[in-house]
Nanobody
Framework: QVQLAESGGGLVQAGGSLRLSCAAS????????MGWFRQTPGKEREFVAG????????EYVDSVKGRFTISRDNRKNTMVLQMNSLKPEDTAVYYC???????????????????WGQGTQVTVSS
């Protein structure tokens, strides 16, 4: 089993930055693709960004391209989402996710991920 723990959420003004971290523990050798999702009340969980095991493949939802950057350090079992130029519409609970399959690409659907963190709140004020 793998446990994921997010940190780094908070309140920031529009145009500001936040850095989210995800720490994996447990059977981390089974972790492959990792990603970030976000969710607001009454809406489905939305893919934000994902990264392959090697870090060579990254994907972003169009609304965050050019503003967010995803990275990972497999030696430390961590993943980071650097969020710049934040907008009020980025307000959500952000979840870290990990996939144990052998796929070599980033999946966009939440059902493709096996492990989830508890989430961290990001609030962007206007």
């Amino acid at each position: 089993q793998v446990q994921l723990a997010e940190s780094g959420g908070g309140l920031v003004q529009a145009g500001g930055s936040l850095r989210l971290s995800c720490a994996a523990s447990g059977r981390t050798s089974s972790v492959n693709v990792m990603g970030w999702f976000r969710q607001t009340p009454g809406k489905e969980r939305e893919f934000v960004a994902g990264i392959t095991w090697s870090g060579g493949g990254t994907e972003y939802v169009d609304s965050v391209k050019g503003r967010f950057t995803i990275s990972r350090d497999n030696r430390k079992n961590t993943m980071v989402l650097q969020m710049n130029s934040l907008k009020p519409e980025d307000t959500a609970v952000y979840y870290c996710a990990a996939d144990r399959s052998r796929r070599s690409y980033v999946a966009y659907t939440s059902g493709s991920y096996d492990y989830w963190g508890q989430g961290t709140q990001v609030t962007v004020s206007s």
